[in-house]
Nanobody, 113 residues
Framework: QVQLVESGGGLVQPGGSLTLSCVAS??????MGWYRQAPGKQRDFVAR???????YYAVSVKGRFTISRDNAKNTVTLLMNSLKPEDTAVYYC?????????WGQGTQVTVSS
C-alpha cells in the first residue's frame, strides 16, 4: 500500500522560509513532487523531481524554491525561500509508480504578517 506523509507547513511572515518534507512508502517511485491549492483555485504544479535527480519548477517559484530527493529514503523536500502571500495554499506531495499518481493529505502553508 502506497502512503505519503507530509510535514513542515505552518505560518511564516513574507520573506521568510519554510521546508516541507514528504516520506513515501510502498513502492519505488519514478517521480516525486509538489502541487499546491489556494482557496477557491485549482491545484497547481509547484515542483517535481525524477529519479535521476533532475528538477523542474513552476515559473512562479523558480529561483525561490528548491526541491530535493533522497531515493534511499523515498523522501522529497521542498525548501521555500522568499515566501510571498500568494504562496499561501495547501501543499500536496505526490509520487508516481507506473504512471499512477499517489497523493499526500496536504499541509497548510500560510504567508502573512
Amino acid at each position: 500500500q502506497v502512503q505519503l506523509v507530509e510535514s513542515g507547513g505552518g505560518l511564516v511572515q513574507p520573506g521568510g522560509s519554510l521546508t516541507l518534507s514528504c516520506v513515501a512508502s510502498g513502492g519505488v517511485f519514478s517521480g516525486m513532487g509538489w502541487y499546491r491549492q489556494a482557496p477557491g483555485k485549482q491545484r497547481d504544479f509547484v515542483a517535481r523531481t525524477v529519479i535521476d535527480g533532475a528538477a523542474y519548477y513552476a515559473v512562479s517559484v523558480k529561483g525561490r524554491f528548491t526541491i530535493s530527493r533522497d531515493n534511499a529514503k523515498n523522501t522529497v523536500t521542498l525548501l521555500m525561500n522568499s515566501l510571498k502571500p500568494e504562496d499561501t495554499a495547501v501543499y500536496y506531495c505526490y509520487a508516481v509508480i507506473s504512471a499512477q499518481y499517489y497523493w499526500g493529505q496536504g499541509t497548510q502553508v500560510t504567508v502573512s504578517s
